[in-house]
């Protein structure tokens, strides 16, 4: 099998020696450079394909293959068939988008390698309900270290920590991380008091975004009922902060709220909620947001992972 790739409908089919083709969807797919590499990437498969600038080959009707030999190329390939403009580096809105995924939540427990056993989580208590509260969970560099560590081995991980599971790869150009997992809220804020950050560490770092992106969260986890006809309300806690870093607006940024009926009690149900928000101040940009629940009945929480995403 070629090293090359195939555009075909709304398709880009992928085929690498010694792997199995692959078909990503056009609108998914985000496209970086690392070195003498390029990767192509879905972001809704969560995969990435990686080929050689020097060799990589492209057809648009599987039969005629054509050498895009330098990123330019590459970049005006992939643009014309997504139909983004790649005149005078406008190529930038498709290989920009990218993402990063972490499990680093404080809560996972220390004694079961970060793994939650059954039944046990996050208690969202009576008193909780009662308060209306809205529940952050917070991120831990030492949980990070422990947990986000790539399962692979092509492509070959860069070894970066700090960052995500990913070590730099996936992320938008120009973007450092999508995450900061020693960030603590009470230093930096010590008198601060009602915005629903206070005790937390870590966050979702968006200070590398630029205005026109689009935040997009896919939070993940477990709840277990402990009441018949509950309703859960997932989120994103953001609060908004001009260049002094002061905070100006605090809210939930919410999702779609998930309703558990009879028969639910004490089972555990997987979720993977998407939640999106808009960049387009300096006070988006310089916002703090971790993920958040509200629920109107006791339940336990098991928060597993973040998948973050910049869409350019």
């Known amino acids: ?15 690498k020696t010694g792997q199995p083709t692959k078909y990503f969807n056009k609108r998914d797919v985000s496209v970086t450079f690392r070195g003498d590499t390029v990767q192509v ?43 983004v403009n790649t005149s005078e580096n406008e190529s930038a809105s498709l290989a920009f988008t990218g993402y990063s995924h972490s499990g680093a939540f404080a809560d996972k427990p220390l004694d079961n390698n970060y793994v939650w056993e059954a039944g046990a989580g996050v208690s969202y208590t009576q ?28 492509p070959t991980p860069s070894g970066t920590t700090g960052i995500g599971l990913f070590q730099g790869a996936n992320l ?3 973007v450092s991380s999508l995450f900061e997992f020693d960030y603590n809220f009470d230093t930096n804020y010590p008198s601060a008091s009602g915005t629903g950050f206070e005790g937390t560490t870590g966050r979702i770092k968006l200070n590398d975004a630029v205005y026109g992106d689009q935040l997009r969260v ?32 605090t809210f939930p940024l919410t999702a779609q709220p998930i309703f558990y009926g009879q028969g639910t009690v004490g089972r555990s149900f997987l979720n993977r909620v998407d939640i999106s928000a808009w960049i387009t101040s300096n006070e988006d940009v310089n916002a703090l947001t971790l993920p958040a629940i509200k629920s109107d009945n006791p339940v336990i929480i098991q928060p597993l992972g973040l998948l973050v995403t910049l869409i350019r």
């Open 172 to 174: 938008p150009n120009d």
């Open 218 to 249: 896919r939070f993940d986890f477990n709840v277990i009922p402990q009441i018949a006809n509950t309703t859960v309300e997932p989120a994103l806690w953001y609060s908004n902060r001009n260049d002094n870093d002061d905070i100006t607006f």
């Open 41 to 83: 990437a879905s972001e809704y498969l969560e995969d990435v394909v990686e080929y050689s600038i020097a060799s990589f080959m492209a057809s648009t009707d599987g039969t005629t293959f054509t050498a895009y030999s330098t990123e330019d190329a590459i970049f005006n390939f992939f643009g014309t068939q997504i139909g």
């Open 1 to 15: 099998m070629a090293n090359q790739v195939t555009a075909t409908g709304n398709l880009f089919k992928l085929e």
């Open 127 to 154: 008193s909780d309900v009662d308060a209306e509260l809205w529940k952050v969970f917070s991120l831990s560099n030492a949980v990070h270290l422990a947990v986000d560590n790539p399962y692979w081995s092509t």
